[in-house]
Structure formats: structure tokens, C-alpha cells
T-cell receptor, first 110, second 111 residues
């Protein structure tokens, strides 16, 4: 089945710096979803991207879906301590069999 | 709405024991899934269901059974627990073509 590779595995940033995580697939994706998991918590759905080249924003978070629908990125502007956690991308045809990337763990240095 | 409710929150089993992890949702979601998450790792799909009476295998189904007799409930059965099944188990549900809502998880230790 399709697999998505997520990079980097870890990212440590100073508070106020920007952060980006990337998901890459060798095959075309029907859609991609992004989740955030706080330490000790459960994953929380952030957004779904469906269209080629789609860009969506949620406050300081910007999500992009590549033109070829083989990659996606999540960018956080001016990180805050509340952004700490692991960010996962996930993909599946429709919403069946949703599989997750390996995640990027973000830590913030105050 | 309670969302997705998982019970128990913690469980310790001896090798070879069987048990059922319960999952219930009150959002009338069609899709339900079970994931396991090992320390420092991502989520791996165990089994999923697209509606009552329909289940299918995910990435790591061996040693687990599921059934979906109602829209609300999706229990996960461990047939004969092994130490390799020590993990955090998450149940999740969704409407078609929308993000999943996750339960708070069951932390399982097999000794």
C-alpha cells in the first residue's frame, strides 16, 4: 500500500522561530490529513487537503498540498510553547484505511 | 456528546490471557479504526470498519480480532496476549471524507 515518509523526525526550535515538516509519497495521494499529538495525549485532527496545489491556513499554521499530490507540508510561523507535540500526516483513499506517517516531534526552547 | 470513549484506560495482562478493549462513539460516524502506538513511534493501523457488519485488516492485524455489530461500538479483542502487544491503543471514528476523532487511549502492558 501507499506509504508516506515524514521529515524531519525531530525538530528543536527557539520560541518565535518558524517550523516546517514535510510528507512525501512515491505515489499520488487522493488526499492528506494532518494531526497533532501533545505529549501524553491523543492525536487531534487539524486539517484535510484534497486538491492539487491546495493551501489552507489556520492562524499561524499553513498547510500545502503539492501540485502532483505526492507531497505536503505544514509550516508554523513564530512558534509558541503551545505548539509542542508530534505532528503527523496521514493518507487513505477516501477515509478508509487511514495510515500515518512517522511524525515530526517538535520541541520548543523558551 | 461524549465523542469516542475507550475503556479501560490502563490494563496489565499476563502472557496468554485474552481481553477486549472497548470503543464506543456517539457521533453516528460510519468509519471506525483501531491503532497501536509504540513508544516514540507513529500510529499503526490494526483493523478498520466502514460500517456496521463490515471490517477489514490494517497494517498489523495479527493477534487481534474485531467486530462491528452496531454503528456505535467497535471492540478490539486480543486473543492470546504477548509482550510484543504492549502498547497504547487508540480507537478513532469519522464521517466519510473527514478527519478522525480519537479516543484518549488504552495503555496496555503484557508481562
Amino acid at each position: 500500500g501507499q506509504q508516506v515518509m515524514q521529515i524531519p523526525q525531530y525538530q528543536h526550535v527557539q520560541e518565535g522561530e518558524d517550523f516546517t515538516t514535510y510528507c512525501n509519497s512515491s505515489t499520488t495521494l487522493s488526499n492528506i490529513q494532518w494531526y497533532k499529538q501533545r505529549p501524553g495525549g491523543h492525536p487531534v485532527f487539524l486539517i484535510q487537503l484534497v486538491k492539487s496545489g491546495e493551501v489552507k491556513k489556520q492562524k499561524r499554521l499553513t498547510f500545502q498540498f503539492g501540485e502532483a499530490k505526492k507531497n505536503s507540508s505544514l509550516h508554523i510561523t513564530a512558534t509558541q510553547t503551545t505548539d509542542v507535540g508530534t505532528y503527523f500526516c496521514a493518507q487513505g483513499r477516501g477515509n478508509e484505511k487511514l495510515t500515518f506517517g512517522t511524525g515530526t516531534r517538535l520541541t520548543i526552547i523558551p | 456528546n461524549a465523542g469516542v470513549t475507550q475503556t479501560p484506560k490502563f490494563q496489565v495482562l499476563k502472557t496468554g490471557q485474552s481481553m477486549t478493549l472497548q470503543c464506543a462513539q456517539d457521533m453516528n460516524h460510519e468509519y471506525m479504526s483501531w491503532y497501536r502506538q509504540d513508544p516514540g513511534m507513529g500510529l499503526r493501523l490494526i483493523h478498520y470498519s466502514v460500517g456496521a457488519g463490515i471490517t477489514d485488516q490494517g497494517e498489523v492485524p495479527n493477534g487481534y480480532n474485531v467486530s462491528r455489530s452496531t454503528t456505535e461500538d467497535f471492540p478490539l479483542r486480543l486473543l492470546s496476549a504477548a509482550p510484543s502487544q504492549t502498547s497504547v491503543y487508540f480507537c478513532a471514528s469519522s464521517y466519510r471524507n473527514y478527519g478522525y476523532t480519537f479516543g484518549s487511549g488504552t495503555r496496555l502492558t503484557v508481562v
